[in-house]
């Protein structure tokens, strides 16, 4: 992953700034994901699933940029230290729920892109629902992130996994800058508080860091998983069977439209209520999503998540997703999918957004981890 030392825009309709390709990398610096002792004792599944974390790892791009600065471990590393230990859950979007649904590709998907998930045959589609943070206590009823991850089970073994949230931005435009927040929120072991004058220097020279706190702190309590928009935050390109490029950033909006809660009625909801809610609209009907391109246009910024598209772009209905059965309880076929947004079929690929590329190693780290402590999510 390569720093970046001035912004990269969109110039034209076929160019614009894409991951780089590089060579493979040494093991990072503070390589554990798994101790040996602890690998025979796993279960079959999840060793194989270990084994496909180290695959992962061990392609990696060498470590430049915020990567040089912070390796994946030491991100993992901090965000505990920083939200806490819980054991066996993910380190972020900790309080989850699996389903399952499929997706069927548009016409106008067919158009963009050459990828099979757009060739309107129903697609397989693992999905994952969860609340924001690292605490699998976290209240439903709060003003706060939900998350929506997928995989997509396509032919000949491709497979396309997403990481959308319910908010139009990241936290951080980089996984340096997003390190130094969460080493700045870090209780003190004295107080068992963020030390405030840390807070407070790191946001005067960071500010962005707080738009994605301020738009949750604006938006109303969503009423349910099925009735939030998610957004992808990053940019996407998508290419034609004509070798025509499209980029944008993308959305998955409710059918039904957005739903929210006053905050009487969220206090009356309770903490614990949207993994029953889900149940109970997938039994009562279809629970559908529109899968939304926003177009990107030239002068538009692609590799920086704290920055949304302008209002108004064009949007393109790529498909649709539908929810058709929810887990009945914390397990599920989601569980120990680690969702890295980084696997996309041919025919889609991203924009080199550092908060993209860097999600794919500390990824696999923390799965590794959760599948030795045992994995859970409720």
Same mark, same amino acid.
């Given at each position: 992953?390569?720093g970046?030392?001035s912004?990269?825009v969109?110039k ?36 194989s ?18 990567w ?21 859950y ?5 309080? @989850?729920?699996?389903?399952? #649904?499929?997706? =069927?590709?548009?016409?106008? /998907?067919?158009?963009? *892109? +050459?990828?099979s ?9 693992i ?15 709060a ?14 073994g ?7 949230i ?12 997003l ?7 870090q ?18 020279a ?36 004509? @070798?025509?490029?499209?980029? #944008?950033?993308? =959305?998955?909006?409710?059918? /039904?439209?957005?739903? *929210? +809660? ?9 903490p ?14 279809p ?57 996309m ?34």
């Open positions: 992953m390569t970046m030392t912004p990269l969109l034209s309709w076929s160019e614009a700034p894409r991951q780089p390709e590089m060579p493979p990398q040494p093991k990072p610096t503070g390589w554990r994901v798994v101790h040996a002792r602890h690998f025979g004792s796993l279960k079959p599944m999840h060793r699933a270990v084994r496909l974390a180290m695959l992962a790892l061990a392609g990696l791009a060498a470590p430049t940029g915020a040089a600065q912070v390796g994946p471990v030491e991100m993992v590393d901090q965000f505990e230290a920083t939200s806490g230990k819980f054991a066996g993910r380190r972020s979007g900790a309080k @989850g729920i699996c389903a399952e #649904g499929t997706f =069927v590709g548009s016409e106008s /998907g067919r158009s963009l *892109s +050459l990828a998930a757009f060739s309107g045959n129903p697609v397989p589609a999905v994952r629902f969860s609340v924001g943070g690292a605490n699998p206590g976290a209240p439903d009823n003003r706060s992130q939900r998350n929506l991850a997928m995989q997509f089970d396509l032919p000949d491709e497979v396309w996994h997403f990481g959308n319910s908010a139009p931005i990241f936290g951080a435009a980089s996984p340096e800058q390190f130094g927040r969460l080493q700045s929120l209780p003190d072991p004295t107080t068992k508080a963020p030390d405030p004058a840390k807070v407070k220097a790191f946001l005067d960071n500010p962005e860091v707080l738009l994605q706190g301020r738009y949750f702190a604006s938006q109303p309590v969503p009423a349910s998983f099925a009735t939030v928009n998610y957004w992808g935050v990053h940019g996407f390109g998508f290419t034609n069977t004509r @070798g025509e490029k499209t980029w #944008g950033k993308w =959305v998955f909006e409710p059918v /039904g439209g957005t739903q *929210s +809660l006053s905050d009487e009625e969220a206090k009356a909801k309770g614990n209520f949207l993994f029953n809610d889900l149940r109970e609209r997938v039994r009562s009907g629970v559908s999503f529109l899968f939304n391109l926003e177009v990107a246009e030239p002068g538009d910024q692609l590799d920086r998540a704290t920055v949304p598209l302008p209002a108004g772009r064009r949007k393109v209905t790529l498909g649709v997703l539908t929810i058709n059965a929810v887990a009945p309880d914390g397990g599920g076929s989601c569980l120990n999918i680690n969702f890295d947004p980084n696997r079929p041919k025919g889609v690929e991203g924009a080199a957004d550092p908060t993209l590329t860097g999600r794919t190693a500390p990824y696999a780290i923390s799965l590794a981890r959760r599948l030795v402590e045992g994995p859970k999510q409720q």
